[in-house]
């Protein structure tokens, strides 16, 4: 489903990623796992357009999507939720999740809503609530909702378990595992390294903006150097 290829990006005049190639294939969960700076959330930027490709290539369901802005990557069904949730904090929870399916017949939206909140029943309770007023594991769910709107073919999640306590740690990555198992393509870039393979198929270890090992996440979890540098062991 998404192939990238030999990517390299700046931020400015300073590279952020080199030379990074990944696959994912459809009904997969791909992890991506790395420490703080390694350029993990530049890289779903890139994917998502909101940072451009300096070099190589995005190809999404056979098409070359390095040049699409932003918008249009929606309009194919890529999903986002980024880094810090960056819910509207001034609109409602059904604003929120409304502009998450702008894309799509307005005639369809309740019935996207009812499938958000049958996953995320807080949400349903807080419809009228101005997003800057939850709690953050309220505003993750939304976020996660919001990118949900799409029914996206592909999920890309970036850094779910951020600010929140381990108990909201685990619904989250509890959810992202049910979306997997029901169809939805993911993404996810995670410093929370033995969560993330505790549910992904398949992992990329992500190094100063270098891709340094790949491999199924059972694997992953059992190699020595991702033990010493991510699992505490």
């Not at 700046?10 to 390694?38: C, M, P, R, W």
């Not at 802005?69 to 960056?86: D, F, H, M, N, S």
């Not at 017949?105 to 996207?112: G, H, I, N, V």
């Amino acid at each position: 489903m998404l192939e990238i290829r030999s990517l390299s990006a700046h931020y400015g005049h300073s590279q952020v990623l080199y030379d990074v190639s990944i696959d994912v294939k459809s009904g997969e969960f791909v992890t991506i796992i790395g420490a703080n700076g390694a350029g993990k959330s530049t890289l779903m930027k890139v994917i998502m357009g909101l940072v451009p490709v300096s070099a190589g290539s995005l190809i999404f369901n056979g098409r070359d999507i390095s040049r699409c802005q932003p918008w249009e990557r929606a309009g194919l069904k890529i999903g986002y939720v980024p880094e810090g949730r960056r819910v509207f904090g001034e609109l409602t929870v059904k604003e929120n999740l409304r502009i998450g399916g702008w894309v799509e017949p307005p005639a369809d939206l309740p019935r996207r809503m009812e499938k958000v909140v049958a996953i995320f029943p807080r949400l349903g309770e807080r419809m009228d609530q101005a997003a800057r007023t939850m709690s953050g594991g309220e505003q993750q769910m939304l976020a996660i909702g919001r990118a949900l709107m799409l029914e996206p073919e592909l999920l890309l999640v970036d850094e779910i378990s951020m600010g929140l306590m381990p108990i909201l740690v685990n619904r989250c990555f509890e959810v992202l595992k049910q979306l997997s198992e029901t169809g939805t393509t993911i993404l996810l870039v995670e410093q929370n390294a033995r969560k993330a393979l505790g549910v992904a198929h398949r992992g990329y270890v992500l190094e100063t903006g270098h891709i340094v090992l790949e491999g199924e996440a059972v694997k992953l979890r059992g190699d020595d150097a991702v033990k010493r540098a991510y699992l505490g062991g």
